[in-house]
């Protein structure tokens, strides 16, 4: 069974950093797509960026560009979500997604998820 485990949410003030993690277990990380998504209040979930098999990156969002960077430690079973340069915007309950294929979808899909952490960006 697959089971995901967000963290390194919080508080950080515009134009800091943070680095949320997503452990995997039930699944080996090489094998499948994984990516982040987010939900702020009263909005729909939006997808931002997936990591494939075979470490190709998908960005599902042009407001992360340049600012956000999807990483992976195979060995850790392990996806990780570098968010530099966070606007209040950034604001919303992040989560990580597995995916069943090999592939980023076009429609940022997911099979199972984690329970999501909070990052509010606020001065």
């Known amino acids: 069974q697959v089971q995901l485990v967000e963290s390194g949410g919080g508080l950080v003030q515009p134009g800091g950093s943070l680095r949320l993690s997503c452990a995997g277990s039930g699944f080996a990380l090489g094998n499948n797509a994984m990516g982040w998504v987010r939900q702020a209040p009263g909005k729909e979930r939006e997808g931002i960026l997936c990591?494939?098999?075979?470490?190709?990156?998908?960005r599902y969002t042009d407001s992360v560009l340049g600012r956000f960077t999807i990483s992976r430690d195979i060995g850790k079973n392990t996806v990780y979500l570098e968010m530099n340069s966070l606007k209040p915007e950034d604001t919303a309950v992040y989560y990580c997604g597995w995916s069943r294929y090999y592939y980023c979808t076009q429609s940022s899909s997911y099979d199972s998820w984690g329970q999501g952490t909070q990052v509010t960006v606020s001065s």
């Open positions: 990591i494939n098999r075979s470490g190709g990156v998908t």
